[in-house]
């Protein structure tokens, strides 16, 4: 089993900070996706396959990495981006979850 | 539009069998994998399976395999999962999730609430 190991646990960010998340693979993986989730709604897609970010999501954000680190970047922080973030990978015949950044506004 | 509309929140008692659907529409059922994911209170989220509504072939998550059965009716376009035995353990918020490219999870529902108390 492959265990996805989130940093920080939790960080805030003032408006315009840049902001910085990192996945850590436990085995290397050859592609990770992240999900954004805020508080009493389901998770939403954000950014897979490392870098390609998901239909809607601001061109702030990015992914990047390889192997067994992956990060998660807001280029500016803005007030909603405030939520929890989580990486995921398969690793057959498992899916893992990282066990979540929260970022919240300074 | 793409939407995975699931039933709604229940309070079971423990050992009682419970039922959670996931009804899909604006998109072709049988043509992408149907995940289960379970999130406890303050916790995270928690893989449980997924099914190939075409074939009805399953994975699950070892954690999850005497307690999760996951089925799917084609004719209406609905995934189910079923839990047996309930314990506190289950009470959580389950959603199902359509996988694109089987595992990148693109389309969620909306959740449904389990709560397990006598």
């Known amino acids: 089993e492959i265990v996805l190991t989130q940093s920080p646990a939790i960080t805030a960010a003032s408006l315009g900070q840049k902001v910085t998340i990192t996945c850590s693979a436990s085995?290397?993986?050859?592609?990770m996706h992240w999900y954004q989730q805020k508080s009493g709604t389901s998770p939403k897609p954000w950014i897979y396959?490392?870098?390609k970010l998901a239909s809607g999501v601001p061109a702030r954000f990015s992914g990047s990495g390889s192997g067994t680190s992956y990060s998660l970047t807001i280029s500016s922080m803005e007030a909603e981006d405030a939520a929890i973030y989580y990486c995921?990978?398969?690793?057959?015949?498992?899916?893992?979850f990282g066990a979540g950044t929260k970022l919240e506004l300074k | 539009q793409v939407q995975l509309q699931q039933s709604g929140p229940q309070l079971v008692r423990p050992g009682a069998s419970v039922k959670i659907s996931c009804k899909a529409s604006?998109?072709?059922?049988?043509?992408?994998?149907m995940h289960w994911v379970k999130q406890r209170p303050g916790q995270g989220l928690e893989w449980i399976g997924m099914?190939?509504?075409?074939?009805?072939?399953?994975r699950l998550n070892q954690k999850f395999k005497d307690k999760a059965t996951l089925t799917v009716d084609k004719s209406s376009g609905t995934a189910y999962m079923q839990l047996s035995s309930p314990t506190s353990e289950d009470s959580a918020v389950y959603y199902c999730?359509?996988?694109?490219?089987?595992?990148?999870?693109?389309?969620w529902g909306q959740g449904t609430t389990l709560t397990v108390s006598s």
């Open positions: 999730v359509r996988g694109y490219d089987v595992d990148y999870f693109d389309y």
């Open positions: 604006g998109y072709s059922f049988t043509s992408y994998w």
């Open positions: 099914i190939d509504p075409s074939h009805s072939e399953t």
């Open positions: 085995s290397s993986v050859s592609y």
């Open positions: 396959e490392i870098s």
């Open positions: 995921q990978q398969w690793n057959y015949p498992l899916i893992t």
